[in-house]
C-alpha cells in the first residue's frame, strides 16, 4: 500500500495540504500577472498545531521562487497588549533598509502620522488620533507595496495580533482591489473576543475566497508520514496508534515521530504501540513541564526567562533576566535546543527584533509560561522591565511586563505607567494606555496624585469609551488634587464626553455648577463660555431662560482680550444668527473674536482647551450672514489641520460636512456633494447617530435636493436613518426642513407639511426666527399655495419680515422668490424681478439661478431663462437647468 507525500522540499505539517497549497499558487500566479493585478486576501484557520505556521512557510518558498517580496510577521501570547507590535515586525525591516530621508519620502505626509506607530520617528506633543494613524498606516504601505511588486504579506498567529495591527489590517484588507499585494492571515478559530474580534471576523469577512479550514490528518495520511519518517518498516498497529494518541494533529504528530526516531530501542510495531501515549504527553503541557524540570534548575529558569520576554529571546538578555551566569546561559541555549524547545528563528523571516532564540512552536512557549510559579512569573517580569527600561527603550515597552507586577504602592511604579501611558497615546494607542492607568490605579497612587490618574484615564478613554470616561472624571473631581487649570479642563472634559453621550443637558448643568464655585475672573468666564456652547448647541428646549440675554450682556463687555472672551464673543455672534438679529451686528460681533482676522493662538481647530465646536459656531454664522468667503477659509482651514495632524475621524468627517456646507450655499453643488460624501464616509467608521453623521447625513440630502436628484436623496436618508428621532444638538441645515422639503420633493406632501409644522415649533421654543438657517416658513408657504392660500401668503410675508430684519441679501432674496411664486401676472413679475436684484448680489449662486429662470418663466424673458441656465449649469443644478431648458425648446409665449 502506498501513501500520499507531500512534495518535496516541503515539511511534513503539509501532508493532505494540497488543495490549501494550491490556492495559494493560484493566488501567487495572480499576483504575478502584471503590476496592475488586483490585490487578494487568504484566511487560514486551524486549531493550535494544525500546520498554519508550515503553510505559511509553503507559501513563502513559492512566492520567493517567484521573486515576489516577502514580508512576515506573528502575533504572540504574551505580547497581545503592545500596540502596532505584528505591524512593525511586518514593515520595519523594509523602513529599516531605506536611509531617513528615504523613509520620508516614501511615506510623505505621513511620515509624522505613521512613524511613531512603526519606531521610526519621534512622536510629536498631541495625542495622536487613532483613525488618522490608522490611515496613516495604510498609505505607508500602500506607497511601499508600489515600490516593492509582487508583495506577498504573511501575518501568524493572528488570533494573537494586537488590536492595533488588526484594525490596520481590517482596513488595508477593504482597498486590495487596486493595490497587487498578496495577503494571507493564519490565524485559530475562536478564542478572540471583543474589539480584536471584531477586526478578525471583519478581516474573514473582505477574503474574496473560502477560508481555508486546516483539519486534522486522516489515519492514512498519519501512516504515510510515520512510514516517511521512522521508515517503511512501521507496521499498520503502530500508525493507527501514533493517529490514535495525536489525534491526528500534524505538529504533535512529527514532535511525537522526532522522539521515536531519537529512541532507538524503540521499533515501530504493534509491540511498542503502548509507549507512544507517555512519550507523547512528555511533548506538551504537564509531561513538557516535567522533561523540563529534569534538565535542571538552570534550563528551567531560562527556558522561564526566554517565555517571560516573549520576542527578541537573546542569550544575554535571558542571562539577565534568569540571574544565571553568560556560560551557564550558552550551555542552557545548547540543551534546550536540543530537546526541541527552542530553536534559532528561521532567517529568512527577517522580522525585526526578532533575537537569536525562539520556541520551536507557539505550543510550547504557552506551556512554559502557563508552567511558571506566581511569584517567579510577577519578578520576572519586574526584572524584564527594568532591563528594558535600562536599554533606554522607553516606559511604553517595559510597560507590558509592569502589567504583570503585584500592586506594591509603589510610586515609581505608578509614575512609569503614567509616562507609558502618555507615549502610548502619542502613538495612537489609548486603549494600551487605558490597561495602563487601570493598572496604575490599582497599585495605588498616592491620595495627592490620585485624582490626576483618574483624569488622565478619563481622557484616554474619551474618544473611545464616552461612558466610561464621565464615571472616570466625576470621580477624579469629587477627590482632593485637582485644582486650579487642571480642575477647569478636567469639567470641560466631563462636559465633552456627557455631549459625545447624548448627555448635554447633564453637560450643562454639570459647567454651571462649577462655574458657580469660581470667583470672577478667566476661569468663571471660560465656564460660562462652555456652558453657552452647550446650551447653545442644544436643538431641545431652552435649558436656561433669559440665557441669550445674559449672553449678550456678557459679551458686551468683552474686549477679545484672551480666549475666554473671544468665545464669549462667537457664542453671542452665533447666537445672535440663529435668532435672526441684524447681520451686520453678527458679523461684528465675530470678527472681535478674531486677531487681524484670523484665529487666536490657543484657539485653533487641534487645540484641546476648546475644541472644535466653538469654531464651527464661528464660520457657521459666518456663513449665514452671507461672508461666505470668511466661513470657507475657516472651514478649509480646519480640513488641513486635520489632514495634517492626521485626525481622520470625526474631526475630519465635521471638516469635510461643514466645507460642503459652505460649498452648498456659495452655489458649487458638485463639489458639496464630492465633500459630503467624504464626510459620511468618515462619519460611518466613527459611529451612525453622533451629531457628526447627522450633520453628513442632513448636508448631503439638502445639496442632492437642490441638484434635483430627488430619487438618489430619498436613498440616501432611506440607507443612513435620516428622519425623526432628531439628535439632541443642533444640525446645520435645519434636518426638520430638509426632511420636510425631501418628502415633499417625493410626492409625501402631507407628511411634509407636518415635518415643516414640527420645524415651525421647535424653531418658536429655541427663538430660531433666521429664515436662511432654518426656512421652514417659505417651504411651508409654497407647499399650501393650493390647499391654504391665505395662510401661505401670511406665511411667505411673515419670512419676509424676518428676512428685512437680518438683513443679507440671501434672506431678502429668498423672501421675495416665495413670495412672488404664491403670486400671478405683473405682481409676480415684479416680486421675480425683486428677488433677482437681491439674490445677483448674494454669494449664493444657487439661489440666484433658480430667481433668474422663475423671472425668465414669469416675465417670459429668454435672455432672462438663458442666464439662469447658464447659472444653473455653472452651479451643477441638473434639474433646475433641465427645467429652463425645456421652457426655452417649448418657446411658447416667450421674448
Known sequence: MTEDRPPEATSASLWERDEEVAGVVEAI??????????????????????????????????????????????????????????????????????????????????????????????????????????????????????????????????????????????????????????????????????????????????????????????????????????????????CREVWAVTGGNPYETVELLAKVVQDSQLDPVEASAAELRALNRSSRGGGLVARLDGLGTEATRFAWAAAILGTGISVKLVARLATITSDEADRCAELLRSERILTAPDPAASQADVGELEFVHPLIASAVYDSIPGGWRTAMHGIAAQVVTDSGRGAAAASRHLLQVHPEEDQELVEQLREAAREHLSIGAPDAARRCLERALVEPPLAETHASVLYELGCATLLTAPATTIGHIQSALAMPGLDGHARVDAVFRLSQALLHNDQLEEAVRTVEAEAARHEPGTARMRLQAVQYMWEGLHAGEGTSPGRSERLAELAATCTGRDNSERALLILRGFDAMTHGENAEEVVEVCDRALVNGRLAPGLGWTDTEWGLEILMMLASAYAYTDRLDRAESLYNEALRAYETAGWSGGHLSLAHAYLGLGLRRRGRLREAEISLRESLRLAERVGRGLPLYWSATCNLVDTLLARGHVEEAWAIAEQYGFAPPYPSTIVLPDPRCVRGRLLIAVGRTKDGINELEQAAKAASVRSHHNPVLVPWAVDLARALAVEDPTRAVQLASDARRRAERFGTDTAIGEALRCAAALETGQRAVRLAAQAVAYLESSPCQYEHAAARVEYGIAARSVSELNRGLTLARSCGADALATQAREVLETGRGLR
Open 29 to 238: 500566479d495572480a499576483l504575478c500577472v502584471d503590476q496592475s493585478s488586483s490585490g487578494s486576501l487568504l484566511v487560514v484557520r486551524g486549531e493550535a498545531g494544525f500546520g498554519k505556521t508550515a503553510l505559511l512557510a509553503e507559501t513563502r518558498r513559492i512566492a520567493e521562487e517567484r521573486n515576489c517580496v516577502v514580508w512576515q510577521a506573528r502575533g504572540g501570547e504574551t505580547l497581545k497588549s503592545v500596540p502596532f507590535n505584528v505591524v512593525r515586525q511586518l514593515l520595519q525591516p523594509a523602513l529599516l533598509s531605506l536611509m531617513p530621508e528615504e523613509a520620508r519620502e516614501y511615506l510623505g505626509d505621513w511620515y509624522d502620522i505613521a512613524g511613531p506607530a512603526l519606531g521610526i520617528a519621534e512622536p510629536g506633543e498631541r495625542q495622536a488620533d487613532p483613525q488618522g494613524v490608522c490611515d496613516g498606516l495604510v498609505a505607508a504601505v500602500r506607497r511601499l507595496a508600489k515600490r516593492e511588486w509582487p508583495l506577498v504579506l504573511l501575518i501568524d498567529d493572528a488570533h494573537w495580533a494586537d488590536q492595533e495591527t488588526l484594525r490596520w489590517l481590517a482596513a488595508f484588507a477593504e482597498r486590495l482591489d487596486d493595490l497587487s499585494v498578496l495577503v494571507v492571515v493564519a490565524r485559530r478559530p475562536g478564542e478572540v473576543t471583543g474589539e480584536r474580534g471584531r477586526y478578525l471576523d471583519a478581516i474573514a469577512a473582505l477574503t474574496g475566497h473560502p477560508v481555508a479550514q486546516l483539519s486534522a490528518l486522516t489515519p492514512r495520511a498519519t501512516a504515510g508520514l510515520t512510514r516517511a519518517t521512522v521508515g517503511p518498516h512501521a507496521d499498520d498497529a503502530f
